[in-house]
């Protein structure tokens, strides 16, 4: 192995590593979990947003919209609110170019915890809220394309974990 090889092999080495699903949190969105797709092959992360509304408040833009944290459950909705910091020109999986309000916030998975540029689109018809882009992750996480929630619980496991504890 020639030196710059080796020095690569280390340092990936230290890198934590999650799997191509996690569950995730965006605390200062009010959201404290959902379900998100790694996706290496996407540059931005994005979220399920509707209803979104943007609007001045002391000279900055803003913008308001709903999340539906889980799939297929409408009943469960989030208000939240950020700072608008861009709106770009994204290409969505279908190749169609749409302008979306670009936030940055932090995301938790696990013990980590980091802030990150999302982008707000409805992905109401796709398998996952949340895509958390190479942007994200990157010098961050190895990705495990094999494995799923390495640093995460969801509730239902850590509720059946700590009643099995009381047996």
């Known amino acids: 192995m020639q030196n710059r090889e080796k020095i690569i092999a280390i340092s990936q080495e230290r890198l934590p590593v ?5 569950h995730i949190a965006l605390p200062e969105l009010g959201i404290p979990e959902l379900k998100a797709k790694i996706d290496t092959g996407a540059r931005s992360s994005a979220l ?29 909705t989030i208000l939240a609110q950020a700072e608008v910091i861009d709106q770009r020109d ?9 302008l979306r309000p ?13 802030p990150i540029e999302l982008t707000l689109t409805n992905r109401d018809k796709m398998g996952f809220r949340m895509l958390l882009g190479r942007q994200a992750v ?3 996480f190895l990705v495990d394309a094999g494995q799923s929630f ?4 969801t509730r239902s496991q850590t509720r059946q974990q700590a009643s099995e504890k009381s047996l």
Do not use: C
């Not at 399920?48 to 000279?59: L, M, N, R, Y």
């Not at 994204?90 to 749409?98: A, I, K, L």
């Not at 390495?150 to 619980?153: A, R, Y």
């Open 18 to 22: 999650i799997g191509w699903r996690e």
């Open 102 to 114: 670009v936030i940055q916030t932090t995301v938790e998975i696990g013990e980590f915890a980091f």
């Open 150 to 153: 390495l640093h995460s619980q």
């Open 138 to 140: 990157r010098r961050r």
């Open 48 to 76: 399920h947003a509707f209803d979104v509304e943007t609007f001045q408040d002391d000279g900055k833009m803003m913008v308001r919209f709903k999340v539906h944290p889980y799939q297929r459950d409408s009943d469960r």
């Open 90 to 98: 994204v290409r969505n999986s279908g190749g169609h170019t749409q």
